[in-house]
């Protein structure tokens, strides 16, 4: 492989954004892909995989390059260059890389294979946390949550079935897989701007992780009933509730950020989804009203994110223990106050993207020991080392009738 000035010199800018003036990781993905119009797939696959790894391996390879975590433009050259050499790249003539010591930085390499928190790349706060929480299993998890995550799409059954969507996508020149346990995904081969295509804008399909996928079924929604879906945010869970629904019945998507409900509003036209009404949650009142009047309600509570390390590295470098705590907080109360919600016999699913079980289980614990009018039904926690996709945790609750 060889390496190209223009394509280095964006890497080199957006670590920059990213490690010094706090921009997100994808925002400065975003807007580095935009740089240059000429740029052909293979420049801006370059640019995007490897700004993200070198998010997601900062810690790693600042200890080998020995930057002290003081992002200079100089030292962004050294942890460059430690990624080339790790990557088998022959670093070209260039000046920013005279006196870069190739044998030493596998040399290097080869020795922080000994500390778990240096070798997985993470705080030292998240590693004694993850031990805390998962004891051996952390080992496996946080391996599984290093590796990049596959690009995977729901057939939007309102619009297509999965098979239709394969054609499509193949007409496109877009090869996928399938995985037997996932009904409606489709796992991309290599990693292609889907977005451009025919079947995107005619809403055959979705991005959406296959964990995330599992969500929306576990509320077990039939069509024609009541469904509110408190945490919709953008709405990839609430659409595909739509389609299980077939359309029928209803869904009040409810979030506190009412720009992400609009966002929700533009998707779920594309996706031929007419029976979603969006609802901005402005105060308590705005619960009350609602209360005890659905069949079913979905909790897709905030959380660490710990469960999508693998697609959003960065979070690793922005979390920080205090909000740990805080959104554990918050996870209770909504909890707590969106539950009134479930009319007795209705059923409602809380869910979070986090491998912890502080976030998960012990909140659902909590939960029932407070609130006996509810049963618990059943779980499921999906393990990043065991399925290959995201974290995901699930938990099934019933009012009792």
Not at 328 to 347: A, F, H, P, R, W
Not at 375 to 398: C, I, N, Q, W
């Amino acid at each position: 492989m060889r390496l190209h000035r223009n394509l280095v010199f964006t890497v080199i800018d957006s670590l920059q954004l990213i490690f010094n003036e706090g921009v997100y990781a994808d925002k400065a993905v975003e807007s580095a892909l935009k740089k240059d119009a000429r740029w052909g797939a293979r420049d801006r696959k370059f640019v995007a995989e490897t700004i993200y790894e070198i998010v997601r391996w900062r810690r790693l390879y600042n200890e080998i390059a020995e930057t002290k975590e003081h992002y200079s433009r100089e030292n962004l050259w050294k942890i460059f260059a430690v990624w080339a050499v790790l990557r088998g790249i022959e670093l070209p003539d260039w000046k920013y890389f005279q006196d870069s010591p190739v044998r030493r930085i596998k040399g290097k390499f080869d020795q922080a294979q000994s500390v778990r928190k240096i070798k997985e790349s993470i705080p030292d706060w998240m590693d004694a946390l993850g031990v805390a929480e998962l004891g051996k299993q952390w080992d496996k998890e946080i391996s599984a949550l290093n590796k990049q995550a596959p690009v995977v799409l729901r057939a939007n059954t309102l619009r297509a079935s999965r098979l239709q969507l394969e054609k499509a996508l193949n007409t496109a020149e877009i090869e996928t897989t399938v995985d037997p346990k996932y009904k409606d995904a489709l796992i991309l081969k290599e990693r292609k701007n889907v977005f451009k295509t025919d079947a995107f804008k005619s809403g055959l399909f979705e991005v959406q992780d296959a964990s995330s996928q599992l969500v929306a079924e576990y509320l077990d929604v039939k069509p024609g009933m009541r469904v509110i879906d408190t945490c919709a945010g953008a709405g990839g869970k609430t659409l595909h509730l739509a389609a299980l629904m077939e359309n029928k019945g209803q869904i009040i998507a409810m979030d506190i950020y009412s720009g992400k409900l609009k966002e929700l509003k533009r998707r779920a036209k594309r996706a031929g989804a007419h029976n979603i009404t969006t609802r901005p949650i402005e105060s308590s009142k705005t619960i009350k009203k609602l209360k005890e009047s659905a069949d079913r309600v979905l909790i897709d509570a905030p959380c660490s994110g710990l469960g999508v390390l693998k697609r959003n590295p960065d979070a690793k470098w922005k979390l920080q223990p205090e909000f740990l705590e805080k959104i554990k907080q918050t996870q209770s109360e909504i909890l707590e106050n969106y539950s009134k919600l479930v009319k007795k016999g209705g059923q409602l699913v809380y869910a979070t993207c986090s491998v912890l079980p502080s976030e998960n289980e012990k909140q659902v614990l909590h939960f029932l020991e407070k609130n006996e009018d509810f049963l618990f039904v059943k779980e499921k926690k999906v393990s990043p080392s065991k399925s290959g996709y995201d974290g995901f945790y699930m938990a099934l609750l019933e009012r009792k009738k």
